[in-house]
């Protein structure tokens, strides 16, 4: 059983065979006696009559309840509506038990009270169903067959036993004969700590059992860590509040003491990476408790270094499809790592720390695995895998983090704000099972007394379904003229808002606020290249850089032009590419400039042409600006040209071995690049314009050769990447239609389409056409399935993710717009 709440689907099975038909009283035997230790799960119920209705008005249960609810009006027309009368005043245990790796199987205790056996054994056998008995233990075993399914019962003093399973009644009998045995007596320590009001009812967990029903082999190392540092038995009291079920108590602990300390605040979180799927954070006041919470042996001088917190995640590779775990510190600000700090390229150093080693391992097995990181202010984050680290990078840069999610957002807010461990599953993700009804998990605890307060919340998928309004635009801004090209989203450095760059066809551009209100505007010729955002003079504050067929231009936030710009054509052809290079993150740019006749140029920042490219001249033009990787410390300028030879060249313009590589296909597609923890595993996939796919790795060899499925015969082949390098899609056209897999759309004017796609998670991907002849654009799904509601634009349009909202801004005529749409 591997979903939410699994013990709810049989809170009623017992008093739809254990309370019938008279009303109830409580004996002077407490029926805890007959629960096992061994159970797995136990749910302690006063008034089940009441607490079911309240479950049943409380919708993250409600889909759970329809097939029971069906059973519950059947068995109360069975009774003449009468069963109210028989479930109040009452008490119900439902104790879960692990039989296998998959399945929970329940035995149901409660008081008998005035209930007539004989009444229920007449109602059975009306039904032409037989009764057998038989004796364990000197107590009599009821078993009946009905509908094929066996039902085993049992009255000991005044307590009736229910199950589906003879094996459960048969250890009930034995444990209200042998105190030691029982639940209670053994986990004494969680009645008394029971100091919480209660609401719907008691609920008693044995996480270990619960962890082996996950099953989860993907992420096994994680499941070890999370049961290592989690008390393997609880109490909570119950409280349903709409979309959140509530669970607090205790954790009862081993024999191992800690100092005295204190919950703390997580400043970890709010840095998650965008597609983190499970977190954990481990924080103390206490330097000795910090590291019996990791189950690690204090580590020498690292409270010197380092805050008393670290973070754990497991996120989604968007590149390979892969888990990877990322291990997040926080540097203490007196601190100096330049020194040991080992830069590899772009922002990725390599962790030569062993006694980080030590405690980043989440196993007991020693591991010498490389490690890198990056710096992200006070922290730094941990990773086997550079391409996990390039993403997170990436996105971070965009301001796309994990709490920036509405229903991470939503429900980070109802979590404590300070523990000393915290579990966040994304739960549907992390175990695989994309049917549960639960969305998000929390579990945190807090010392108290050397006791662990536990509380543990659980949100409801419904609560996150992505519908979309109607087209609702929130911002305009009018233009002198008809607007050409599409809008540019940049980041301001005064507080990290977008804002805009666009231009009309007069060529004035125009720099807009977040608010969509002018900054400034300039005459000049029209934009040819991508608008990249630098820091020029290395102060934190942003310019941007882009070029025209004859000039380069560089203005910052003011309008100001930067000096020495705008930079003269150094060729005599037209600049037909341009691209920005930042080898070490240094802010010692390189301008890369592709021109009509093949040449390529390397300018520094101030424009001074460099030595080895001034210019490089190839035997055709380029499918794009050259694209610049570093890996192991080398730095690897990638060049595609359109006749279909790729080049692989070093700084100073020399060819990488194994290349060129000519395919003898012609390509008008750009470059994808997964980068990975070598050359040899770094690849470059090229497709041509006829459908064939190449993989090729920086060593020159290509691991891979595939034609595409030509759907009709003069097909053409195009693959569109994501913005941020994240996936990309392959699809192909002919006169008539697109063609993704086996879905077709039609068009009757393909020449005059756009084609862009974007990724922004898991569950929302966009496959977006404009139509520049009827001015609109619609947003499709993989399946060619249409996403949104289709807008009026003529340009391409670009998208984020920001602020709980899909923005979208677009273009027509001289007015461009955004377009809110709430999640």
Avoid: C
């Avoid at 029971?194 to 044995?206: E, P």
């Avoid at 009509?596 to 080895?612: H, Q, V």
């Avoid at 750009?670 to 050359?679: D, L």
């Amino acid at each position: 059983m591997k979903t939410r709440i699994v013990f709810f689907i049989f809170i009623l099975l017992a008093s739809f065979y254990t309370f019938n038909h008279f009303k109830f009283k409580k004996s002077n035997h407490n029926i805890w006696d007959l629960v096992s230790s061994k159970s797995s799960i136990i749910l302690e119920l006063d008034d089940p009559f009441i607490q079911y209705n309240k479950m049943l008005k409380s919708s993250i249960i409600e889909k759970s309840f329809t097939e029971i609810k069906n059973d519950f009006d059947a068995f109360n027309l069975f009774l003449n509506n009468n069963i109210e009368s028989f479930l109040n005043s009452n008490k119900i245990i439902i104790s879960y038990f692990k039989l296998s790796d998959s399945k929970l199987e329940p035995i149901y205790t409660s008081y008998k009270g005035a209930l007539d056996i004989d009444f229920i054994f007449k109602k059975i056998k009306e039904s032409g169903v037989g009764i057998k008995e038989r004796k364990f233990n000197n107590q009599i075993i009821y078993e009946s067959i009905i509908k094929d399914k066996n039902y085993t019962f049992s009255i000991i003093d005044n307590i009736i036993i229910l199950s589906k399973n003879s094996l459960l009644i048969e250890d009930a009998i034995r444990t209200k004969a042998n105190s030691n045995l029982q639940f209670k007596k053994n986990e004494s320590d969680l009645f008394s700590q029971v100091k919480i009001r209660k609401d719907i009812g008691n609920l008693y967990i044995n996480h270990p059992d619960i962890f082996d029903l996950l099953n989860i082999d993907s992420k096994n190392n994680l499941i070890s860590f999370i049961q290592k540092i989690i008390p393997k038995k609880s109490f909570f009291d119950m409280k349903l509040e709409g979309q959140m079920l509530r669970l607090n108590g205790f954790s009862s602990f081993s024999s191992e003491s800690f100092n005295k300390d204190k919950s703390r605040h997580d400043s970890i979180i709010d840095i998650l990476p965008y597609n983190t799927i499970s977190y954990i954070n481990i924080n103390s006041t206490n330097e000795k408790n910090f590291f019996k919470f990791n189950k690690k042996n204090i580590i020498e001088k690292f409270s010197k270094n380092y805050k008393l917190e670290i973070g754990r995640a497991i996120i989604e590779n968007s590149k390979s499809n892969k888990y990877d775990e990322i291990v997040i510190l926080k540097r203490k600000p007196s601190s100096d790592f330049q020194k040991t700090d080992s830069l590899l390229y772009d922002g990725i150093f390599k962790l030569d720390d062993q006694e980080l080693n030590e405690i980043i391992n989440n196993t007991d097995k020693q591991d010498n695995r490389e490690k890198f990181f990056i710096k992200i202010e006070d922290y730094i984050l941990i990773s086997e895998q550079i391409s996990s680290l390039i993403e997170i990078e990436y996105n971070i840069k965009k301001n796309k983090s994990w709490t920036k999610k509405l229903n991470i957002s939503k429900f980070k807010n109802q979590m404590n704000e300070s523990h000393n461990i915290s579990v966040v599953l994304d739960y549907s993700r992390f175990t695989n099972n994309y049917n549960s009804k639960i969305n998000l998990v929390s579990f945190q605890m807090s010392l108290i007394d050397n006791k662990l307060y536990t509380s543990l919340n659980m949100s409801n998928k419904d609560n996150v379904t992505e519908e979309f309004s109607n087209e609702n635009i929130v911002k305009e801004f009018i233009a002198k003229n008809n607007l050409i090209i599409k809008p540019k989203i940049i980041f301001s450095h005064l507080d990290n808002t977008p804002e805009v760059i666009t231009q009309d066809e007069k060529n004035n551009i125009y720099h807009l606020s977040k608010e969509f209100n002018l900054i400034w505007s300039d005459s000049i010729e029209r934009i040819n290249s991508e608008i990249y955002s630098i820091d020029y003079y290395k102060n934190n504050k942003k310019q941007i850089l882009f070029s025209s067929k004859n000039k380069i231009y560089s203005y910052d936030r003011k309008g100001n032009p930067l000096t020495g710009f705008p930079i003269k054509n150094p060729s005599e052809s037209n600049i037909e590419h341009l691209n920005v290079i930042d080898y070490d993150k240094s802010k010692r740019y390189r301008i890369i400039t592709s021109h009509d006749n093949g040449e390529i140029y390397f300018l520094d920042k101030s424009g001074r042409k460099l030595d080895g490219w001034s210019p490089m001249k190839m035997e055709d033009q380029l499918v794009q600006e050259p694209l610049h990787v570093r890996v192991r410390g080398k730095d690897y300028i990638i060049i595609l040209l359109k006749n279909g030879t790729i080049y692989l060249k070093n700084r100073k313009g020399s060819d990488y071995p194994g290349f060129p590589i000519k395919t003898n296909n012609d390509f008008t597609n750009k470059i994808r690049i997964n980068i990975s923890n070598s050359p040899k595993n770094s690849v470059i996939e090229l497709l041509s314009d006829n459908g064939t796919l190449y993989k090729i790795n920086l060593n020159g060899k290509i691991v891979l050769q595939r034609d595409q499925f030509r759907p009709e015969k003069y097909s053409k082949f195009k693959m569109i990447e994501d913005p941020s390098g994240k996936s990309n899609l392959i699809f192909s056209y002919d006169k008539s239609y697109i063609y993704v897999y086996d879905k077709r759309l039609s068009f009757d004017n393909i020449n005059d389409l756009k084609f862009q796609y974007y990724d922004l998670n898991k569950n929302t991907k966009y496959f977006i056409i404009t139509d520049q002849r009827t001015k609109k654009t619609i947003f499709l799904d993989k399946d060619l399935s249409y996403k949104l509601k289709s807008v009026d634009n003529e340009n391409k349009i670009s998208l984020i993710d920001y602020n709980k909202s899909i923005n979208i801004y677009k273009s027509i005529n001289n007015i461009i717009s955004m377009i809110e749409i709430k999640k």
